[in-house]
């Protein structure tokens, strides 16, 4: 625990915000698999200990049942995948359900295992690597703490080739596809939630008085169709604290209010 210690204590010097401890494997790596708890409780605790005695916070990359155990039992707010939770790991985190954000990162396990195929990675190697048998455990893990009142949230691991930024509002689409969320609670997991996990819920992430506006205009109904807000073309205005990033085209708004009326 000295070496973790010592580290967060570089990383905190260095004005980082939050610190990102691996406490679990990952299909993606040949050392050590998703099922599998690498780190131990007093390396965890020794992080954690630096992190609060100055200030910052802390995420866990844990999809072992183990490591979601762990990062609750040590006052981690935000976890993401907590895949592999079994039914001790869902009650912890049901019992934290006001502090704790879950990210379970679902657009990188799905693009990897049918998108990825032009970068070498087939469908059958994707699920060689075990990346099917995750996505059969993370979907009713999800669809379940979210009965439970845990706040799941979209992205992380956007950034690979065949997942690249830019495209991270396919997690709002798969939210509904596969973890029976409506469309207006999967966008709300990306804007009220994102505001709170970035503990700024009370300026961000709402259409409100007060708040910042960030705010895009879409060309179309996403509660009837959440994927259009993945068509660029669609997006008719983008406005970030209130300047227009993109400013809408008046005379497409002129047709499209003409064609609505």
């Not at 691996?22 to 299909?27: A, F, I, M, R, V």
């Not at 609060?52 to 072992?64: L, Y």
């Not at 799905?110 to 993370?138: M, P, V």
């Not at 703490?145 to 991270?168: C, E, S, T």
């Amino acid at each position: 625990p000295d070496e973790f210690r010592r580290v967060a204590r570089e990383m905190c010097r260095e004005g980082v915000d939050t610190l990102k401890i691996n406490p679990s494997g990952d299909e993606f790596v040949p050392f050590a698999k998703a099922n599998q708890t690498v780190m131990n409780e007093a390396e965890v605790e020794a992080v954690c200990e630096v992190a609060r005695s100055r200030g910052k916070r802390v995420a866990s990359h844990s999809r072992s049942a183990e490591s979601v155990k762990m990062s609750v039992r040590n006052g981690i707010e935000i976890i993401y995948h907590a895949t592999l939770c079994d039914e001790e790991a869902l009650d912890m985190l049901e019992s934290v359900k006001d502090t704790v954000f879950v990210a379970p990162t679902l657009g990188v396990t799905i693009s990897t295992l049918y998108e990825a195929s032009d970068w070498g990675i087939t469908t059958e190697i994707a699920e060689s690597l075990g990346l099917r048998r995750e996505l059969d455990a993370a979907i009713p893990n999800m669809i379940e703490l979210k009965k439970r009142g845990v706040r799941i949230l979209p992205g992380g691991d956007y950034g690979f080739a065949w997942n690249p930024v830019g495209n991270n509002a396919r997690d709002i689409e798969h939210f509904v596809n596969y973890l029976e969320f409506s469309p207006m609670d999967a966008i709300l997991s990306a804007t009220k939630l994102g505001g709170e996990i970035m503990m700024m819920g009370n300026e961000l992430g709402m259409i409100k008085e007060g708040y910042l506006a960030d705010l895009i205009l879409v060309d179309g109904n996403p509660l009837a169709d959440v994927s259009i807000l993945q068509d660029r073309d669609r997006l008719l205005g983008i406005m970030k604290d209130g300047s227009f990033h993109k400013r809408p085209d008046a005379e497409r708004l002129a047709q499209r209010q003409a064609s609505a009326a």
